[in-house]
């Protein structure tokens, strides 16, 4: 997990692609996709990004470069197996399904698969279908990579707390299939009545009536999580207070062994 703060600005205008390679010039190529014409696809092959990567320090032999431009206020992102990039936004309200068409190892083309949600930081990609998370929805667009052209979406679940102040969400599928949906503190400082605040559930996405179990109590505001691939152990992220500076008190990376 790399959740660099300082990135942010570059998010908002493009998306940024690391490469690394054993070999300076080693070099791989991308896979090439179809994709159907249709009023919600645009073409970004000669979009540009005002952003300073040369800013950014690197370790040896990486490379970063702009691989889509674009993309307003892109936030969390999934990726399917055949390489299309699925990006979220926050106060833009739109969801995008962005891919290299042409196999060149940069995007060139976009869909906008929704617009005017609230806040759909979060995507996650399981099985062919696309979930997003709105404020207090989780939406699913069923078999997306074959509805680019003509996107629909049904409800999950819609039940979660309408609270805008750490509302955004971001989602991940855990190791056992359930869908991790973060629920912040709906304040700076404070103890919510409702133990949901300042916590990270999990969903069960398949269940025809899902309702989310707290996982993990007193997560005052996470932005990122994943799971060990040995132990399946999972280690997340929890912001701290604002309004005390860039430094303090320290934002923290935590891991649980068990729920509680």
Partial sequence: MNYLSKLTPILVLGTVLFSFGCEQNQKVKAQSIETPNSANKRDISNAKADVKLDKIKLPANFKIDVWAA??????????????????????????????????????????????????????????????????SRILRFKDILNNLDAPKHEVVYDKYPTETHHGWKFIAFGPDGMLYVPV?????????????????????????????????????????????PKTGDMWFTDNGRDMMGDDVPNCELNHITEAG
């Fill in 184 to 228: 912040g503190a709906p304040c700076n400082i404070c103890e919510p009545e409702k133990e949901i605040f300042a916590s990270i559930t999990r969903l069960d996405v398949g269940s025809p009536n899902p309702t989310p179990e707290v996982y993990v109590y007193g997560v005052r505001n996470s932005v990122g999580f994943d799971w060990d």
């Fill in 70 to 135: 674009d993309i307003p206020n892109a936030r969390e992102m999934a990726i399917s197996e055949e390489g299309v990039v699925f990006v979220g936004s926050r106060q833009e309200g739109n969801v995008y399904a962005v891919i290299d068409e042409d196999g060149d190892g940069k995007a060139d083309i976009k869909f906008t698969l929704a617009e005017d949600l609230q806040m759909p930081n979060g995507v996650a990609y399981k099985d062919g279908d696309l979930y997003v998370a709105e404020v």
